[in-house]
């Protein structure tokens, strides 16, 4: 019977992907960029919403927030997950409120006036059925799904109105999209990059190879020599695992080091970061902030006699706060950190923050 | 043919060799406010084609090899040297060699290969191999022994450069045994002579390095209180000494050994403090904004500390300030006086040593990502060896004339230069 068995497909797709989710986070599954996670979620969203039995917009988003629920905790630190189920309850939201008929903006503008005319939150319970809600929200879908396809593009797309000849740019460790900026402009301009290796993983190293066999004029430092090298630097150009709700970063460790450097030199830091990064997340949560891998990178088992002796720390992530950063590019042009807030909210609904 | 200058940094005297090959000191450069035109050192003028002839000239001369660059140079860098550590210069060496004196070989390959490494190793290393070089010493007829030794001396010192740049306090040590060989009176007898120099240059490693380091470590005891969380950056012996000392007094804190790649020196100072029972924590330097809102103080160490204010010290020394910095922590600096030197610098790259490139090389995970960056046309290694601190991060420097701002370094080498003369 097509029903049960499309039940059970959907199941196993769910499980595969949070086993993935799991073992990926750990290092020892396969890696995958950001990019991937985030075309993955919405897929199996898509197919969530198309096979599971729902009649309202409101039975819909509680599913969708238990599935969502499951897949973030499967992996916390991967925020693209949350943004992207964000991303489709506001999409939800938004076919619910065109198929009622009333107009986008009224409900978007949370004006004093509405609140005390309306007597407080809105009355929506979503528990109207729509018949065309499901193509409608299906066809949202797949459109946020090219979006995410060309994000990369879109970005490298602006390499350059921000690279100028015979410049030296410096980068640390390893990030597709900066990977694609730099190539784009290279196949106009010629510039130096300087790219600092990250230790312990050392993912500098991959980009650095990748970059110089397009061509490109590349040196590769270690990261105690970021400060040194930093006075001949033009440019710092990075990318970022997270962009916070109030503008700054959660980015690889180093990055942190590497923005307070660009700060002294007055160097100026510009952030490339595609929308489905953003996540509406504070960076006050100190438990839940950093992420820790087996400190066997940094001290390993071979150092034998003093391993029970010694504390040893190995934190993958790093705040970096927005006013040591100059300039977001994303895949809709460029803004300024002090901007973030009001992206967010017109890509996520306020009562979706929390899932 | 008007002669080959041979300088040590800051000397007030220069030695000029004309056509009959007699030795002249020449004074001229010497104005009341101190010498003012100084030589540039051959290691960072590489990128001169004639001083490079004028440098193979004199070493043909005094018979020692010439060591040559590896690898493609960062374009930044190109006055600088860069070296292999696996071409040591001992392989063109016959054995055993009529010029240079074994202990000498030896010692020029500990540094060549990392063996002896850090400021005050290096320095006791070459103290004692030219004791050694005194006692085995005869002074040949029809010469001074404060002339001829001095002569003797000069390849040595260049066969040692060759094999690793000189630092600031193996140039202010070899400055004082020179004087104190040049100061040797000609009725002195050959034996009494020699007793004498192994005397000074005990008096010296006593007085400068192991006087120093007690003396410092008991002004730096008042600024360690109970509680303190420490972090020290790579291994300094005077600062590892500083914490075995306090730890000894009695004191209670717990140290955070941060560490950088290539070197990771870090290992052999936590193995260290944790010998002596003090409870340490580990990290890389790229971790140091995770862990610094725990952080109290932090203790550096220093190759040197320059006239203007700057302190010359391990790669990566700036960067710990800079963050230090930024979280308000007090960033402390212990440097013993012989450290001291009359040079100027501003930034990392005009003065600086080049390391041997292959060390960044690393394999994870089964995979060595740049095993063939030379065949690779536009990637350059860059792996740095010192680094300056401005002194805006420094907040105290601790020597063993006492507690000096980093801007009072200039006040304190006019001191001891009065001294001297």
Redesign the interface.
């Given at each position: 019977m097509p029903g049960p068995y499309r039940e059970t497909d959907l199941t196993e797709k769910v499980e595969a992907f949070l086993s993935d989710l799991k073992r990926g986070g750990s290092g020892t599954g396969p890696l995958r960029g950001s990019a991937e996670t985030a075309r993955e979620t919405t897929a199996l969203l898509r197919r969530i919403t198309a096979q599971v039995r729902w009649s309202s917009a409101g039975d819909l988003m509680e599913v969708i927030r238990k599935e969502g629920r499951r897949m973030s905790a499967a992996q916390p630190s991967e925020t693209t997950v949350g943004n992207m189920i964000r991303r489709v309850l506001k999409i939800i939201r938004e076919e619910y409120a065109r198929s009622r008929g009333s107009s986008e903006e009224a409900d978007q503008q949370e004006s004093l006036h509405k609140l005390l005319t309306s007597g407080g939150l809105s009355e929506e319970n979503f528990r109207q059925y729509f018949t065309a809600l499901k193509a409608n929200v299906i066809e949202a879908i797949n459109e946020l799904l090219t979006e995410l396809e060309g994000t990369t593009d879109n970005i490298a797309m602006q390499a350059l109105e921000h690279i100028h000849s015979n410049e030296v740019i410096m980068t640390i460790g390893r990030s597709r999209t900066v990977e694609a900026f730099l190539k784009d402009a290279a196949r106009k301009r010629k510039f130096h990059v300087i790219v600092a290796e990250c230790a312990p993983f050392c993912q500098g190293h991959e980009m650095a190879t990748s970059l110089s066999k397009d061509g490109i004029e590349t040196t590769v430092i270690t990261d105690a020599a970021i400060f040194a090298v930093m006075s001949r630097v033009n440019k710092v150009i990075i990318g970022t695992q997270t962009v916070l709700a109030n503008g700054g970063l959660r980015a690889v460790n180093g990055t942190h080091t590497l923005a307070l450097a660009a700060k002294h030199h007055s160097t100026p830091l510009i952030v490339c970061a595609p929308m489905f990064k953003l996540s509406p997340q504070f960076p006050n949560e100190e438990d839940t902030f950093h992420k820790f891998v087996s400190p066997h990178e940094v001290l390993p088992f071979t150092e034998g006699e003093i391993l029970s002796k010694v504390n040893v720390h190995c934190p993958v992530f790093d705040y970096v706060p927005p006013e040591l950063i100059t300039l977001f590019i994303s895949n809709i042009g460029g803004h300024a950190p002090s901007y973030i807030y009001r992206l967010m909210s017109e890509l996520y609904h306020p009562e979706d923050h929390e899932l | 043919n008007v002669g080959i200058l041979i300088r040590l940094r800051a000397d007030s005297h220069c030695h000029i060799k004309n056509e009959d090959d007699q030795w002249q000191i020449k004074e001229h450069f010497l104005t009341p406010l101190g010498s003012v035109v100084k030589r540039l050192p051959e290691h960072i003028q590489v990128d001169d084609p004639d001083v490079l002839k004028k440098l193979a000239k004199k070493l043909e001369r005094q018979q020692i090899p010439r060591r040559l660059d590896y690898g493609y140079k960062?374009s930044?860098f190109s006055h600088l040297l860069q070296y292999s550590r696996k071409a040591p210069l001992t392989q063109q060496l016959s054995i055993p060699s009529a010029v240079i004196h074994p202990a000498i070989v030896r010692l020029g390959l500990q540094y060549s290969q990392g063996i002896v490494a850090g400021s005050n190793a290096r320095s006791i290393a070459l103290l004692h191999a030219f004791k050694q070089v005194i006692s085995d010493y005869t002074t040949p007829s029809n010469e001074e022994l404060s002339r001829d030794l001095v002569n003797k001396l000069k390849p040595y010192i260049s066969f040692l450069n060759q094999c690793r740049p000189l630092s600031a306090s193996m140039g202010n040590a070899i400055k004082y045994i020179k004087k104190e060989i040049s100061n040797i009176p000609s009725q002195f007898k050959e034996d009494d002579a020699k007793k004498k120099l192994l005397n000074c240059i005990e008096c010296f490693i006593e007085e400068k390095i192991v006087l120093a380091a007690k003396a410092i470590a008991k002004s730096s005891i008042e600024k360690i209180n109970d509680g303190d969380v420490i972090l020290v950056y790579g291994c300094s012996s005077l600062v590892n000494h500083i914490l075995c000392e306090a730890f000894e007094k009695g004191r209670k804190f717990r140290v955070i050994v941060v560490d950088?790649?290539?070197r990771l020196e870090g290992?052999e100072a936590?193995?260290r403090l944790?010998q002596k029972g003090i409870?340490?924590?580990?990290?890389?330097?790229?971790?140091?904004?995770?862990?610094l809102p725990e952080v109290s103080k932090v203790f550096l160490g220093a190759h040197a500390l320059l006239a203007n204010g700057y302190v010359m010290s391990?790669?990566?020394t700036?960067?710990i300030a800079?963050?230090a910095k930024?979280f308000n922590v007090p960033v402390l600096v212990c440097c013993e006086t012989y450290k001291f030197c009359e040079r100027v610098q501003t930034?990392?790259?005009v003065s600086n040593e080049l390391d041997d490139p292959d060390d960044?090389i690393?394999t994870?995970k089964g995979e060595t990502?740049?095993k063939d960056?030379q065949q690779?046309?536009?990637?350059?290694?860059?792996?740095?060896v010192y680094?300056?601190t401005p002194p805006d991060f420094v907040d105290l420097v601790i020597t063993d004339l006492g507690m000096i701002p980093c801007t009072s370094v200039p006040v304190v080498l006019r001191v001891k230069n009065v001294d001297l003369l």
């Open positions: - | 960062v930044l950088s790649r290539p290992r936590l193995r944790v409870s340490c924590t580990y990290v890389l330097i790229s971790a140091v904004s995770y862990i391990r790669v990566g700036s960067q800079l963050v930024a930034d990392s790259f960044l690393v994870r990502q740049l960056w690779v046309p536009r990637l350059g290694l860059l792996n740095l680094d300056v």
